[in-house]
């Protein structure tokens, strides 16, 4: 069993930065593949991006450049570092831990509650 808990999110303007973190309880943790989503009001969750065991990361393009994951397995927590933010990456952000590091939301076994983030221009 892995329980994760997301926290860092709040209100910021455009051009502003970030960060979130990710708390894992759970052994297995530091074995565990982690992805953040994110879904807007209206719109589907989607991929970010996501962080093997080994600290290799997969972003999206639409936040290649801009956002950055981490992870300290000592600390059992995953950050996505996030700059250069626009409104349109406002939303409820989740992070997720799975066995590989995937964009499908139903190849991640356990949830986080979701942070909100709102970014205005």
């Known amino acids: 069993q892995v329980q994760l808990v997301e926290s860092g999110g709040g209100l910021v303007q455009a051009g502003g930065s970030l960060r979130l973190s990710c708390a894992a309880s759970?052994?297995?943790?530091?074995?565990?593949?982690v992805g953040w989503f994110r879904q807007a009001p209206g719109k589907e969750r989607e991929f970010v991006g996501a962080?093997?065991?080994?600290?290799?990361?997969y972003n999206v393009d639409s936040v290649k450049g801009r956002f950055t994951i981490s992870r300290d397995n000592a600390k059992n927590t995953v950050y996505l570092q996030m700059n250069s933010l626009k409104p349109e990456d406002t939303a409820v952000y989740y992070c997720?831990?799975?066995?590989?590091?995937?964009?499908?939301?139903?190849?991640?076994?356990?949830w986080g509650q979701g942070t909100q983030v709102t970014v205005s221009s």
């Open positions: 997720a831990a799975g066995q590989s590091t995937s964009t499908r939301r139903g190849d991640y076994d356990y």
């Open positions: 759970g052994r297995t943790f530091s074995s565990s593949a």
């Open positions: 962080i093997k065991w080994s600290g290799v990361t």
